[in-house]
């Protein structure tokens, strides 16, 4: 007799946790291109340095906003989850 196979399709926790991680790997990219793009600006002249500062802090506290929003779907284990890695 044949083994049922497994399914194709990945029960929808484990899924999402999977598109979690990947979002959270994900975000240290999206952060040094945001942190990095002030560095291609034209110093025009009615651009200060405090827009600047203000744009990367912005960005700065939206990084931790996002990590923040990330982290409680990381933190919880998936019994699915963990008896498929090994």
């Given amino acids: ?6 399914p194709l399709f990945l029960a929808r926790a484990v899924y999402r946790k999977r ?3 990947d979002a959270a790997r994900l975000l240290p990219l999206l ?7 002030p560095l291609l600006w034209d110093a025009a002249p009615g651009r ?15 990084l931790i ?3 923040a929003y990330l982290a409680p ?3 919880r284990p998936d019994a699915d989850d963990q008896a498929e890695d090994s």
């Fill in 31 to 37: 952060g040094f291109f945001l942190l990095v793009l």
């Fill in 48 to 62: 200060g340095a405090g827009q600047t500062v203000v744009y990367i802090f912005g960005v700065w506290a939206g």
């Fill in 65 to 67: 906003g996002l990590a």
């Fill in 19 to 21: 598109r979690l991680r």
């Fill in 1 to 6: 007799m044949r083994r049922p196979r497994a």
């Fill in 73 to 75: 779907g990381l933190a």
